[in-house]
């Protein structure tokens, strides 16, 4: 019974030990920084189609 103590014991994280790799490999600061790239890139798209579309419109309008 005591091995079987002594194994858990060795398989136990300790809570500095955590917070260092938790630091390290912070994924929801990097998810949120590709997130944030993402979103940024998608309403620079989206302005760029609402201005296709605008001027589709407008030169639409000129040859009527």
Do not use: H, P
Request: include cysteine.
């Amino acid at each position: 019974m005591e091995e079987f103590r002594e194994r858990i014991e060795d398989y136990k994280t300790s809570t500095s030990e955590l917070d260092k790799v938790l630091v390290e490999y912070d994924i929801d600061a990097g998810l949120e920084q590709e997130f944030d790239t993402l979103c940024k890139a998608l309403i620079q798209l989206e302005i760029k189609y609402q201005s296709l579309l605008n001027s589709r419109r407008f030169l639409k309008d000129a040859t009527t």
